[in-house]
């Protein structure tokens, strides 16, 4: 039984120095998660991987199956999801290449399956979702972060907004005025169905770009990609670290 679930976003598709590894096609009664879930062995941590968007990087964020991929996650036992995002930043102190661990989330998202109690329910059933992000796997990844000597920001809010396009400068101004500091595409639905399941699931962000109008500069692509890359590794090394606090 896997004691980490790590979901892969843009540019993570797979984990470098996993041992003992072997892949599962996994089936839900929600359809086929985002990719086949790919276990192993990080510095003798058993974790479990899935690729948000699958490994060839396929699958738009409004069209993720976040569904079938936390429910897959579940069944394999492990308790904690660590999710990898790519996001933008309207903050100054959010720098593109950075990471920052978001404590809040605002959901702009529209048209996904919200929920696993939608149907056949003995009484309705809501969730607590005052902290949308899990406090102790938070305080692991600060950990991590902290004893890697980087610098750390833990209180952020994300904004989750449709896709797959990027934002407009006025839709970030707006953003802004609603007190976000990070925009991206993927936390939600995917932080409230771990919720849903009991899961502690946490959000590790890599600013990727200066939100659309920041700059005054349209967004490069080019630019994006190559602070993926100093993120990805920047994460690997903060992954490395967390799997041998454990």
Known sequence: MPDLAIIGGTGLRKIDGLENIRK???KTPYGEPSSPLTFGTL?????????RH???HTIPPHKVNYRANIWAI??????????????GSMNKKMAPGGLVL???????????????FEEDLDKVTHIDFTLPYSSELRAKLAAAIRDSDLPLIQQ??????QGPRLETAAEIVKLTRDGCDLVGMTSMPEAALARELKLHYACCAVVVNWAAGITGDEIKMQEIEENVAVGMSTFRLILDRLAKNY
Request: charged share 15%.
């Open 156 to 161: 952020a809010v994300y904004a989750c907004t």
């Open 43 to 51: 510095n003798g941590l058993d974790v479990v991987f899935l690729a």
């Open 102 to 116: 978001p404590d809040q989330l605002i959901d702009y998202s529209y048209g996904r399956a919200q929920s696993f």
């Open 74 to 87: 579940e069944q394999t036992g492990a308790k904690e999801v660590l999710a990898l995002a790519a996001v």
């Open 54 to 56: 699958g490994y060839g």
């Open 24 to 26: 599962k096609v996994v």
